[in-house]
């Protein structure tokens, strides 16, 4: 060498046996706590981290009805929880600014990790229901926004 230094041969193959490789597995899920990894390999810039929650937005004409959710991805394709896995589900009514009626909704049945039903129930909270001291269901349509989640526990 130009240094007068005399080195040893450089060991390639040795110096890129030590270089970590990049991971060939899908990341874990997003979790509750973080945790610091233990895997020397690293991941690719582009990875993602698989949903540990089910979301959907859908407009019924009538708000006082049931729905059967099948847990899917944003494009619509079915994407259920693993198998024994029952999620933690919810829902809320979006109506029309101004509708003074009251949206119950509640679960019917038990989850599923593919699915789940909801039923809707809408009350008229009117003067006359109010002096009677009783509510009414109200039969008249009113279209709805449902807004529904799922997660992972």
């Known amino acids: 060498m130009a240094d007068g230094v005399s080195y040893p041969p450089v060991d390639v193959a040795a110096i890129t046996a030590s270089i970590p ?4 597995a899908m990341p874990p899920g997003v979790s509750d706590t973080g945790m610091i990894g233990t895997d020397t390999r690293y991941a690719l810039a582009n990875h993602t981290h698989a949903s540990k929650v089910r979301k959907r937005k859908i407009t019924m004409s009538s708000a006082a009805s049931s729905y059967a959710w099948t847990y899917s991805d944003k494009d619509g394709n079915p994407l259920p929880f693993p198998t024994g896995v ?4 919810n829902a809320i009514v979006q109506v ?3 509708n003074t009626d009251l949206f119950n909704v509640q679960v019917l049945g038990e989850p ?14 009117g003067l006359l229901s109010l002096l009677t001291g009783a509510l009414s269901v109200n039969p008249t349509p009113i279209a ?3 807004h529904l989640i799922a997660l992972e526990p």
């Not at 490789?21 to 060939?24: C, I, K, M, V």
């Not at 029952?86 to 589900?89: L, S």
């Open 21 to 24: 490789l990049p991971a060939t």
């Open 86 to 89: 029952i999620p933690i589900v």
């Open 96 to 98: 029309p600014a101004g």
């Open 112 to 125: 599923t990790n593919t699915g789940c039903v909801f039923q809707i129930n809408r009350v008229s909270s």
């Open 144 to 146: 709805a926004t449902l």
